[in-house]
């Protein structure tokens, strides 16, 4: 009864202009009647009334508690659900006054806009309601049918403006047209500007840039279109092994994971083929088949026509790597480093990332940054067309190109996390519920500090541990579900794996996992809030003023700086491992629910120390989320227990949205699984087996 | 639902490239076209018949994103047959069947049946891969190959149900154990003779692959 037509209301006046005003009201009509199963109960939710009776003369929220026992009741009135979400969310502190949040709004909204901006200078199409059509043809390939998006297409070729690095990218296109248009035998040399090899040569490109503007005179930004002349000349010539160790973290690249062992097949590749000829042979074709990885791609542009600029092009890569990070050639850390070069430079810069070529090192981390982030660009379009789609509200692409500005803004300014499936599954909702893109990226962004672990590149391991808690919580809560479990071998739990990564929103239909979500965050803003959480929203008042001075903010960043680098850089790169140990170190600085920490800037610095590890340790598993799984396992006991004979049949039930969830009951159950685990959990203080569970429990005891 | 085997398929590949497409018009013989993203694993199944005999496919459709790949390869375990899809408007796609394959050859049983799937052949305007290199590509790496088009539906059966005879010839030749479930098949009750092991026990090896 989950989904089915319950998205139908969603068409909303064809949702042709995004009047939100109009939208939640919408919403409002329809969720309120049509939802709710049991009427009688509509009235225990967060009315507007009695939330605009909550705040005092000056604005403050007064009797947020009382608001929050409503929202777990019922949820929150769809008409003041944008408002209410920020709080519960934490972009607010509860006793900011009505005046600091005005302030504060607008800083966000300056700050977002200047980061649209900084985005724009990649890729002209962000902000500007259209798809960034990076690759061009490519979005066709996924939305086929409907849309203008040859005329979009067009556009963002005709879109060459001054801005550099569009023309760069509006090279790139012309490349690929003629890729796709003309036959092949030219392929190998274009080949690199294709789709995810484009990442590559871009990336190829922009080292070669970056190497340049090095060495050429300051002046030369890497994306002047000299610079950019100069580096597609180099860019074949670009070494492809060496630049390769320097981009690590690249999803092309990382996909395949064993560097070593790309490594060697290079080798393998290379001594097959045993010379550069054969490479430089119009047989492209035969040479692009051969390729068995992405190393080869890359080498493939070193191969190319290494022929003439082969000597300077091997010093500049001998610097290049050295320059960006100094680092040995281990692709995990140089990425990481890198990475944290990088965020480390936006926060401290935020203006003018691009263009700051005082040292080549800047240069070229930036360098590398765009590149990345150009791909994670045309990754999020290709993803987001597919988001939702269902919703008619995402039949205008002005909506859909909402999402994307918003995911590849996010992916700037965390590029340790950057973007990966799922969340957009998770913006979404904020899209559609915020007028203003601002207003919606910082909710998504304080979502995002929950579940962050979720998404790193290494593999949604925030979500695994959250698995391995919920096994636990069955062992403690449940035997029978327990030992079901364990009977047809669900050990792994695998089949709640998107429920916890997307939050229920592929199990429910739109309204309902909006619900769902507002009283899981109440939940748990409610039962793990501490005493001190007063004091923490002190702090972020604190914070947040200065956060309005922007220049403090900034230095502040430049000066914790190096100590962030290096602390993040080690954190960053060994996943699970590290991420445990700081946990212990760190977590104590964090404010867990509200989830703010200093600056917003520094706050990014921050991300890889502070918030994941403790979330991954402490927090993944006390979340109600968690509960809410087994509490759908437990509310569908004789469903599952009965019609459940493997795993696989466990997978098709869930994927297949067979189960009951129903919201409300969900949550009640979830609270109450919640307070029996660790009731239990602390009776039997056997904690000490399991240091992960010991840890997941402390927070409420 | 007797059947007299049943083979688990999974189907692996780039993001985007139309897996789920093509496991829908396996399944339920409609094509969608935007279909939504694939978070973790999904699951599809549908009856087909060789020599006669009633075999269930049992299909593992999985997420192409790379940050999922933990999740995925618990999945190749216990799987008779792969179908590894690429685009063929995407070069990209077709560049990465290596690093698929690898991780196919290192995480499946070495008997798997693949069937490399160049899809989406109804845009043959915007091809960016010969079909020759695909073909190459395979005969390379001992695949079978076929292009594809979910949307059209060409092919689409062809190719499940060639790998279905491909996985089916190893029965008859002996290559496959059937009584060892890790190797993606089952022997069911419809059709065939009394199996040994045919009891409904897969739980035994997707619980050994979900670590």
């Keep these: 009864m989950s989904s089915g037509g319950v998205e139908k209301p969603w068409r909303c006046g064809k949702a042709s202009s995004v009047n939100l005003q109009r939208m939640s009201s919408i919403v409002r009509d329809i969720s309120d009647p049509c939802l709710s199963q049991s ?214 690249t990382n ?78 850390k140089s990425a990481s480093k890198t990475q944290i070069v990088s965020s480390l430079k936006i926060s401290s810069i935020p203006e003018s990332p691009l263009r700051s070529a005082t040292s080549s090192r800047e240069v070229n981390v930036s360098e590398e940054r765009v590149s990345e982030w150009l791909w994670t660009l045309h990754r999020i379009v290709v993803d987001v067309v597919r988001t939702d789609s269902h919703l008619e509200f995402y039949e205008d692409s002005r909506n859909l190109a909402r999402m994307s500005d918003i995911l590849a803004v996010y992916a700037w300014v965390d590029p340790a996390t950057g973007y990966c499936q799922g969340m957009s599954d998770l913006l979404s909702p904020f899209v559609v519920l915020f007028e203003d893109n601002a207003d919606a990226f910082w909710c998504f962004e304080m979502l995002l500090r929950r579940m962050r672990e979720n998404f790193q590149m290494e593999g949604p391991t925030g979500v695994m541990n959250q698995l391995q808690v919920l096994w636990h919580i069955l062992e403690v809560t449940d035997r029978e579900m327990f030992a079901h479990l364990s009977r047809i071998g669900a050990e792994s739990l695998h089949f709640a794996f998107r429920m916890l990564l997307v939050l229920f929103r592929r199990e429910l239909s739109f309204n309902d996992s909006l619900r769902m979500w507002e009283m899981m965050w109440a939940a748990d803003f409610d039962e793990s809030l501490q005493d001190n959480l007063e004091e923490n929203c002190l702090d972020l008042l604190v914070i947040h003023d200065l956060g309005e001075f922007e220049a403090d903010a900034a230095l502040e960043a430049i000066n914790n700086g190096s100590d962030n680098l290096e602390i993040a850089a080690q954190s960053k790169h060994g996943k699970g491992e590290s991420i445990s140990e700081n946990g212990g170190v760190k977590s104590a600085s964090t404010r867990p629910f509200c989830g703010l920490t200093k600056g917003f800037w520094s706050r990014n610095d921050r991300v890889p120390i502070c918030s994941s590890p403790v979330s991954s340790t402490t927090k993944g598993g006390d979340r109600l989320s968690v509960f809410c799984v087994a509490a759908i396992l437990i509310i569908n006991r004789h469903k599952v227990i009965r019609e459940t004979h493997s795993f696989d049949e466990m997978i098709k039930i869930f994927n297949d949205n067979m189960l009951k969830i129903n919201v409300r009951r969900c949550i009640r159950m979830a609270i109450k699984l919640r307070k029996k685990y660790f009731y239990k959990l602390v009776k039997s203080k056997s904690a000490a087996r399991d240091s992960d569970y010991c840890d997941a429990s402390s927070p409420t005891s | 639902m007797s059947y007299a085997y049943l083979f688990k398929y999974i189907i692996i590949g780039d993001t985007g490239v139309g897996k789920s497409c093509l496991l829908l018009q396996f399944t339920d013989k409609r094509f969608q076209p935007v279909h939504d993203l694939t978070i973790g694993v999904e699951f599809g199944a549908r009856m087909i018949t060789i020599d006669n005999k009633p075999i269930k496919l049992q299909i593992w459709d999985t ?67 010969s079909t020759e290199e695909g073909e190459q590509f395979a005969k390379e790496h001992g695949l079978i190959f076929m292009e594809a088009s979910a949307k059209t539906a060409q092919n689409v059966e062809e190719a499940f149900i060639k790998t279905a005879a491909a996985i089916y010839k190893k029965i008859e030749d002996g290559a496959l154990d059937v009584s060892n479930e890790s190797y993606g098949i089952k022997v069911g009750y419809g059709g065939v003779q009394g199996p040994p092991g045919g009891r409904d026990g897969a739980p035994a090896q997707s619980g050994g692959c979900c670590n």
């Design chain 1, 39 to 252: 009427p009688r109960k509509v009235s225990r939710m967060l009315k507007p009334e009695k939330w605009r009776a909550s705040f005092d003369s000056d604005g403050k929220v007064l009797a947020f508690h009382k608001a929050l026992r409503l929202i777990i009741l019922g949820g929150v009135d769809p008409s003041i659900r944008p408002e209410v979400w920020e709080f519960l969310l934490g972009c607010y502190a509860l006793d900011s006054t009505a005046e600091f949040r005005r302030q504060l709004r607008k800083a966000r909204r300056d700050r977002y806009s200047s980061l649209i901006r900084q985005c724009q200078m990649m890729n002209s199409s962000v902000g500007t309601g259209s798809l960034a059509y990076v690759v061009g043809s490519k979005v066709l390939d996924i939305r086929t049918s409907s849309k203008d998006d040859h005329g979009r297409e067009g556009k963002t070729e005709s879109r060459q403006t001054s801005i550099d690095s569009t023309s760069r990218l509006d090279n790139f296109q012309h490349l690929e047209n003629d890729c796709t248009d003309m036959s092949q035998s030219r392929a190998c040399q274009r080949e690199g500007f294709i789709d995810s090899d484009d990442l590559v040569s871009v990336r190829d490109n922009d080292v070669g840039a970056a190497c340049d503007s090095s060495t050429l005179p300051a002046s030369s930004t890497p994306y002047t279109s000299g610079s950019q002349e100069v580096g597609r000349e180099v860019n074949g010539s670009k070494s492809g092994i060496q630049t390769y160790f320097d981009f690590p973290p690249l999803p092309v």
């Design chain 1, 255 to 332: 996909l395949f994971e064993k560097n070593e062992e790309d490594r060697e097949e290079y080798n393998e590749a290379d001594s097959k083929f045993s010379t550069h000829d054969t490479f430089q042979t119009g047989d492209d074709r035969m040479h692009s088949f051969r390729i068995t990885n992405n190393t080869d791609i890359v080498m493939e542009q070193t191969d190319f026509p290494s022929n003439g600029v082969l000597s300077p092009t091997s010093s500049e890569i001998e610097m290049s790597p050295a320059n960006a990070c100094g680092t040995v050639p281990q692709p995990q």
């Design chain 2, 63 to 129: 997420a192409g994103q790379e940050s999922f790949r933990s999740i995925t390869r618990s999945y190749y375990r216990g799987a008779a047959g792969a179908l590894l899809v690429y685009d063929i408007t995407r070069r990209e796609t077709f560049n990465h069947l290596a690093s698929w394959l690898e991780d196919a050859r290192q995480h499946a049983n070495a008997n798997m049946t693949i069937m490399l799937i160049g899809n989406k052949c109804d845009l043959a305007h915007r091809r960016a891969v």
